[in-house]
């Protein structure tokens, strides 16, 4: 089964209400993470789900600790397929993600950020909340003294984080 395939088989039972938990790998016989969904479908669950699922799924392994909803709007527009991904931007965008596919210098005061495809985000804000995260070519460089969520990137991507030196 190639990875294409096995997504499509973990999107048939994960989009269901009530079958994906993202806070763990297996929470029943119907309820898994991504990963677990993998593992389970997969058939080999003697292995390390997080380990097993970089294996099977590795254009997913970016989202194995994400929010239930982000990881369902994945699954559910099929953006482990290049042209599927607008639809995702459009889809987390309607969940509060800020999704950026170009350079932009944005005044940021929380929520989630995302930064895509070859894009340079510069972020400036004395305070920020949410995940910051970097896919692809892209960089984001953030100018803040306290952040409240994860710095994250994937791929050749880069997060920056850059403290302003104490007055």
Same mark, same amino acid.
């Given at each position: 089964?190639?990875?294409?395939?096995?997504?499509?088989?973990?999107?048939?039972?994960?989009?269901?209400?009530?079958?994906?938990?993202?806070?763990?790998?297996?929470?029943?016989?119907?309820?898994?993470?991504?990963?677990?969904?993998?593992?389970?479908?997969?058939?080999?669950?003697?292995?390390?789900?997080?380990?097993?699922?970089?294996?099977?799924?590795?254009?997913?392994?970016?989202?194995?600790?994400?929010?239930?909803?982000?990881?369902?709007?994945?699954?559910?527009?099929?953006?482990?397929?290049?042209?599927?991904?607008?639809?995702?931007?459009?889809?987390?965008?309607?969940?509060?993600?800020r999704?950026?596919?170009?350079?932009?210098?944005?005044?940021?005061?929380?929520?989630?950020?995302? &930064?895509?495809? !070859?894009? =340079? /985000?510069? %972020? +400036?804000?004395? @305070? #920020?909340? *949410?995940? $910051?995260? &970097?896919?692809? !070519?892209? =960089? /984001?460089? %953030? +100018?803040?003294? @306290? #952040?409240? *969520?994860? $710095?994250?990137s994937?791929? !050749?991507? =880069? /997060?920056?984080?850059?403290?302003?030196?104490?007055k």
């Amino acid at each position: 089964m190639t990875e294409h395939e096995l997504l499509e088989e973990i999107r048939t039972h994960a989009i269901v209400p009530g079958c994906l938990d993202m806070s763990t790998w297996h929470t029943c016989e119907t309820t898994h993470c991504l990963a677990g969904w993998a593992q389970v479908i997969a058939g080999d669950m003697k292995k390390d789900a997080e380990e097993e699922g970089r294996r099977l799924i590795p254009s997913a392994a970016f989202l194995f600790f994400d929010k239930d909803n982000l990881v369902r709007a994945w699954l559910e527009t099929r953006a482990w397929l290049p042209e599927n991904r607008p639809t995702f931007h459009e889809a987390i965008r309607k969940l509060g993600v800020r999704v950026v596919t170009g350079d932009e210098v944005y005044d940021w005061t929380g929520g989630d950020l995302w &930064s895509y495809d !070859n894009s =340079t /985000v510069n %972020v +400036n804000s004395s @305070q #920020t909340g *949410g995940d $910051l995260r &970097s896919y692809g !070519n892209s =960089t /984001v460089n %953030v +100018n803040s003294s @306290q #952040t409240g *969520g994860d $710095l994250r990137s994937y791929g !050749n991507s =880069t /997060v920056n984080h850059l403290e302003a030196a104490p007055k």
